[in-house]
């Protein structure tokens, strides 16, 4: 079982950036993509890439700030965040799924989470 680990998470003021790393142990999935949530909230979409990188998928609140990027010889997956806001405060996971897919349902494996927090 591939296991994958979120990392790159942390505080920063809105307009800031960050990027999130997606490490697997092992060959990742396909389709890689990831979601967010936010406390009371359920977990949404965020960004999806395919295995060859051709083919990307924004959910509308971040089309235009995110960049979601593969290396597949390095087995990682990142999400470049730019211009970011209060509203993209939220735990942010990365997952894997056998087909091409936005839907949280269709992912067959999840890491962890890191936590990014947007300040006013």
């Known amino acids: 079982q591939v296991q994958l680990v979120a990392s790159g998470g942390g505080l920063v003021q809105a307009g800031g950036s960050l990027r999130l790393s997606c490490a697997a142990s092992g060959r990742t999935y396909y389709t890689m993509g990831w979601f967010r949530q936010a406390p009371g909230k359920e977990r949404e979409f965020v960004a999806a890439?395919?295995?060859?990188?051709?083919?990307?998928y924004y959910a509308d609140s971040v089309k235009g700030r995110f960049t979601i990027s593969r290396d597949n010889a390095r087995n990682t997956v990142y999400l470049q965040m730019d211009s970011l806001k209060p509203e993209d405060t939220a735990v942010y996971y990365c997952?894997?799924?056998?087909?091409?897919?936005?839907?949280?349902?269709?992912?067959?494996?999840w890491g962890q989470g890191t936590q990014v927090t947007v300040s006013s």
């Open positions: 997952a894997g799924a056998r087909v091409r897919s936005t839907t949280p349902s269709e992912y067959n494996v």
């Open positions: 890439i395919s295995w060859s990188g051709g083919t990307t």
